[in-house]
């Protein structure tokens, strides 16, 4: 596997149930009172945080997802911290149910919410930089999910091509200019990659699709997180 710029490898990998691994993380993460547990799935564009996350949900249920994505819609790839500190994460440890809508969607005609309900017990935040420094102290536990650089490449932009029936030239120029912002916003995260359970997918295509992960012992580094759970 080809490793993101500065991203270190986890190993050796051990397949694992997948229900085993959300005990795992719900362990981690404790029950906090009056609110849900938060779990972050962090990683690179085009590693599969989005079908981890949404497995996860299913298992941890009652759960919910809330994506990056949406919160940085028309506003900034990666400059949405705040957005998520005061619209999502500080209501859900104030103990309320989230009914959002940031800043950018209104203007730029997109309608609707984001919606997490008072009764999740977890709450799985996914996206590129879901584990930022600047949430730490409102995320319960961390998963890292690493993937092959390149891989991610392909299967970030053949997803682009289909959901949003893009030219696959334009879906590649787009990812080169996400990339150019996505690996020094990265370089500049000294735990990237290096506290915590890492994860994989098996294989889409394989018999256990779905229901078993891949797993490595936790990685150590000084300026680790703590509680960081990481995922492939």
């Not at 900034?76 to 950018?104: C, I, K």
């Not at 319960?140 to 959901?163: C, I, K, M, P, T």
Request: net charge neutral; with cysteine.
């Amino acid at each position: 596997m080809k490793p993101g710029p500065g991203e270190p490898v986890a190993g050796p990998w051990r397949v694992e149930r997948l229900d085993v691994f959300a005990r795992l993380l719900a362990d981690a993460a404790g029950t906090p009172s009056s609110r849900p547990r938060i779990v972050a799935v962090d990683g690179r564009g085009g590693g599969g945080k989005t079908t981890l996350a949404g497995r996860l949900c299913r298992v941890m249920a009652p759960a919910a997802v809330v994506h990056t994505d949406d919160i940085a819609w028309a506003h900034s790839r990666f400059g949405w911290d705040d957005l998520m500190l005061n619209g999502v994460l500080g209501t859900l440890h104030a103990g309320r149910e989230v009914h959002y809508q940031p800043p950018a969607w209104q203007p730029n005609g997109r309608t609707g919410h984001i919606d997490v309900a008072a009764g999740a017990s977890t709450v799985i935040v996914e996206g590129v930089g879901a584990s930022r420094r600047q949430l730490a102290n409102l995320v319960d536990v961390v998963v890292w999910v690493q993937s092959d650089f390149d891989q991610a490449r392909r299967l970030g932009v053949g997803r682009d091509v289909v959901e949003q029936r893009l030219d696959p030239a334009v879906a590649l120029q787009n990812w080169r200019e996400w990339e150019e912002e996505e690996i020094p916003f990265l370089g500049r995260r000294p735990a990237m990659g290096t506290s915590g359970l890492h994860c994989r997918h098996r294989s889409d295509t394989g018999p256990r699709s779905g229901v078993e992960v891949v797993l490595a012992p936790p990685l150590r580094d000084a300026a680790s997180d703590p509680g960081q759970l990481k995922a492939q």
